[in-house]
């Protein structure tokens, strides 16, 4: 636990680069990308079980939600007309490099596996392509943590276990959610379970991030502000979507209203998360904070006849010299 | 201070001080010394020349003319067009006694740098020299080395959209001659040489400061057992970092890369395996 802030700053200025990263551009990606993602593994289970109705709703919603989601990432960038020099290299160290390789293999696949469903017609590409855009689209719904996480965004990095797992719950509640609010229920059997297998794993989710990050020093950026109202409203609207979909998801106008708020639960989600992390990058405290406890506690561990006396050093140092800023 | 090990993630060829060699790491077989900067804070008068000569030599455009209330700071910190910022602090140590803190800050040419691991064009790069540095006519603009950078360092520039930092005066010390800002500064707070000299002139003037009754004199960044692996850029400081706006004990975050890879993974299976089991169940 980091005892109550008293800390050290520049002016209060922040140590780390804001997030230039836009809104609604990337946090909306996370979104989309994980409904995509999840949407084309719902396609191929519901193909595999001659559910066709719902595995040509997922493709559709797999190919729409991806190409809005390349239209949103370039906008992003500081040179857009330069996007193509994200396959330059191929980098393990950038989350961001791998991604858009995950991005090139599977927008197009995506695209032949709706084509082939709304048109009827090759349908042997067709099922190639769902497989393979079914193999990638965990990928696509997973890497993005990574991304986040792979800053210096201490409530992102914090974090950095927990994303992987919250987000992958939050694609599969909306992928589940968009098929039990299109298709009708009878149908829809897959996607009320991912959807509730989903919503489920998010709350847990969302738990233990929660947990790690108090423990961390950065959970005020994730429960107050713009960050904590979307977390808050995500959890509501999750939680209210699971249960109706859970008992009344076989009634047509329930199992709209419930695939509605999953999704929405699904989009807040994100853009809480995105905000958390702007939140901790703007206040010097989420950066200064936890360092200075660790080098405490690693100075404890050192000299072990310290423990009891926290930061002594500081404290003398302090008393004596204060800071005008 | 710090007694962390570099983990096996980084592995790879050391320098003479058992730190990483970052120019070996990035395949340059044979290649000049490691190349640095030593910013001795104890005799920076504030005089900004640094700040002007870096703007000067580099074409760096001006990037808004306010008066901040931060005391002689109206630079106010390092960005895509700031690439180095002096830090003014008015300290009262008691009544009717006060002191003058300033401190020129640079990025630090990380051993192990965020926004070079994270760059996903290849836009930034390993000088021969260690040192870190954007290709301009590469980067497109993705933002993030800006938020994996620990020390707030890169900026993306609003009129040209791409990231931008000190080059460490790649021009000028490829050529023999001396980076701008260190050329200018007329104290000699900005020393620039190879590293390992300069750590150990910095262990020097340090034992020096200690001997002469100013205890609260500390080197920042010079330790290759510190979080980024050592900084190619590093400081004497005459008070805590976060005084200066430096954070007190940042770590790469891409150390932890591996873990985060090995979660995906497992999230990932997890995300397959609910989407294809959802598919079981009596069908209607
Ligand atoms: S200080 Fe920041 S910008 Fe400079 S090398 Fe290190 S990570 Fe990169």
């Known amino acids: ?325 | 201070m710090s007694t962390r090990v570099a983990p096996a993630f980084a592995a790879g060829p050391t320098d003479a001080a058992g730190g990483l060699d970052p120019a070996a790491r990035s395949g340059y077989a044979d290649h000049p010394p490691r190349m640095g900067f030593f910013t001795d804070t104890s005799v920076c008068i504030g005089c900004k020349a640094c700040e002007v000569a870096c703007k000067e030599w580099n074409k760096v455009p001006e990037d808004g003319l306010e008066l901040t209330g931060m005391s002689y700071d109206n630079t106010g910190s390092l960005s895509a067009s700031t690439w180095r910022h002096v830090a003014f602090i008015e300290q009262i140590v008691r009544a009717g006694d006060s002191r003058w803190l300033m401190s020129s800050d640079v990025c630090k040419h990380c051993t192990e740098a965020a926004c070079l691991d994270v760059c996903p064009t290849g836009a930034l790069m390993r000088s021969e020299f260690g040192t870190v540095v954007i290709q301009d006519d590469v980067c497109n603009g993705c933002g993030y080395c800006v938020s994996a950078c620990p020390f707030g360092v890169v900026g993306r520039r609003e009129t040209d959209g791409g990231a931008h930092k000190c080059t460490l005066c790649y021009d000028r010390i490829g050529d023999g001659l001396t980076p701008a800002c260190a050329k200018a500064c007329p104290t000699e707070s900005i020393q620039f040489g190879p590293l390992d000299e300069l750590r150990e002139r910095a262990q020097g003037r340090l034992r020096e400061l200690h001997d002469a009754g100013t205890p609260q004199a500390r080197l920042y960044g010079e330790d290759p057992a510190d979080g980024v692996g050592g900084a190619g850029a590093f400081f004497l400081l005459l008070d805590e970092p976060e005084v200066y706006g430096l954070p007190p004990d940042p770590v790469v975050t891409t150390r932890d890369l591996p873990r985060m890879w090995r979660h995906v993974a497992t999230a990932a299976a997890a995300l397959a395996a609910a989407a294809l089991l959802s598919g079981l169940g009596q069908r209607s």
């Open chain 1, 1 to 325: 636990m980091v005892p109550p802030a008293e800390f050290t700053s520049y002016y209060g200025r922040p140590v780390i680069k804001e997030v230039v990263w836009g809104v609604p551009d990337v946090p909306g990606y996370l979104f989309l990308g994980g409904l995509a993602g999840a949407s084309s593994l719902l396609a191929a289970s519901a193909e595999l079980t001659g559910r066709h109705e719902l595995a040509r709703t997922a493709k559709t919603a797999a190919v729409g939600a991806i190409s809005l989601s390349a239209l949103a990432l370039v906008q992003d960038l500081g040179r857009p007309a330069r996007f193509i020099n994200m396959l330059r290299v191929f980098k393990p160290t950038s989350p961001m490099s791998i991604g858009s390789w995950l991005l090139t293999a599977y927008g197009p696949a995506a695209g032949v596996a709706a084509a082939s469903a709304l048109t009827g017609r090759v349908p042997r590409i067709g099922r190639a392509a769902t497989a393979a855009a079914a193999m990638v689209g965990p990928g696509v719904a997973s890497y993005t943590a990574a991304l986040l996480a792979d800053t210096a965004v201490p409530a992102w990095h914090d974090a950095h276990r927990e994303l992987p797992y919250l987000f992958v719950s939050s694609a599969a509640t909306a992928a589940g959610g968009l098929g039990l609010a299109l298709v009708r229920p009878e149908h829809a059997g897959p996607a009320r379970n991912l959807a509730v297998a989903g919503a489920s794993a998010e709350l847990v989710a969302r738990n233990l991030l929660i947990r790690r990050v108090r423990r961390a020093g950065t959970v005020e950026a994730y429960q107050s502000g713009r960050a904590g109202h979307l977390m808050a409203a995500a959890e509501v609207l999750g939680v209210s979507g699971l249960s109706i979909a859970a008992t009344l998801g076989r009634n047509r106008v329930a199992a709209a209203l419930a695939g509605t708020a999953l999704v929405a639960s699904s989009a807040l989600t994100r853009f809480g998360v995105f905000y958390a992390g702007r939140i901790s990058a703007r206040d010097p405290k989420y950066t200064v904070v936890p360092q200075r406890d660790r080098l405490r506690r690693q100075d404890q561990a050192e000299s072990p006849a310290d423990a009891g006396l926290p930061a002594a050093g500081l404290v003398g140092q302090h008393g004596l010299l204060q800071c005008l800023g």
